[in-house]
Every structure is written in C-alpha cells, then in structure tokens.
C-alpha cells in the first residue's frame, strides 16, 4: 500500500511514469469522476501518445512505471513517489509532507471575488482564478469556488 492515496488531479493536469522502453512518459487528465461527498475518491482517465490509461486515488505509485503526479520525486526510504519538498523524519521514521500539500488537502482558505448581480458562474469562476493565482494549483478549488458560488451574495453594477 502507498505511503497516502494519489490526491486528486484536475482536468489537463500532467502525469508521468517511466515507459518500458527507459523514456519518460508525461499524460494529461481528460477526465475525472467522483463523488461529491466523497471527493477524495475518484478515478481518472489519462490520454496518451498510445492511447488511454487509468488511475485513480489508490493507485500504487511506489515502482518508477507507475503513474504519478509530474515532479513527484523518489523517496528511497519510503519506498515510494512523494511531493517536491517531502520529509523522511529519522526518529519516527515516516514522511512529513511537505505545508503546501497538506493545504491542498484543505478548502483553499483565499478571498474570491463576490459575482456581479447577473453574472454566470463560467464568468465568475475564471475572473476568481485570475484575481487568486493560487487557486489554479490548488486540487479542491473546485470544492471551494462551487461552495462560495452556493453562499453567494450578489453585487449590483
């Protein structure tokens, strides 16, 4: 079993494994499912030069063949991929991730733009990407922006 489940990607995110052949094999995200009150399980289709591939939040990614997040680096002692930034503490002997991932996990806590009195949730969603850089990398702002679009209150012109 892996050190934590895969965390779930978004549409056009990349993924890598190393190919049979010894080449790095990058794939992007087409498509995700999950459930809403579950969104922590999911499973996700990959489009490759071959074709399609499979993945999903309990996928190994321990072996260098596995499907992984692109820029996931090995960690020796864990035996497994982990985040940029990951941790092996030698007294406890685990991983401690890395702050950014962990907030991740979490709701983006991040001020978004109220919408304008009319304005379609398209329209609102891509003006808050804009005005918080930080939510384009962050894996539950889709969770985050459906939430405050549900709790909105509406600015005139």
């Known amino acids: 079993m892996a050190a934590f489940d895969l965390p779930r990607p978004q549409i056009g995110d990349a993924m890598e494994r190393l190919s049979l052949d010894g080449q790095i094999e990058e794939s992007m995200v087409i498509s995700i499912k999950y459930h809403k009150s579950q969104s922590s399980f999911w499973n996700a289709v990959l489009v490759t030069r071959n074709g399609f591939e499979f993945v999903s939040c309990h996928a190994e990614h321990r072996g260098e063949h596995d499907w992984r997040p692109k820029g996931w680096e090995y960690d020796r002692r864990s035996n497994t991929f ?3 930034g990951t941790i092996w503490d030698k007294d406890k002997k685990n991983l401690i991730l ?3 991932f962990l907030t991740e996990s979490a709701t983006p806590d991040m001020t978004l733009p109220s919408p ?6 398209m329209s609102w969603r891509a ?17 985050a922006l459906s939430s405050a679009w549900k709790n909105r209150e509406q600015l005139s012109h």
Do not use: I
């Open 127 to 143: 003006r808050a990407y804009k005005a918080v850089p930080g939510l384009k990398d962050n894996p539950r702002a889709p969770e």
């Open 116 to 121: 304008m009195m009319g304005e379609k949730y």
């Open 82 to 84: 982990v985040p940029v």
């Open 98 to 100: 890395p702050e950014s």
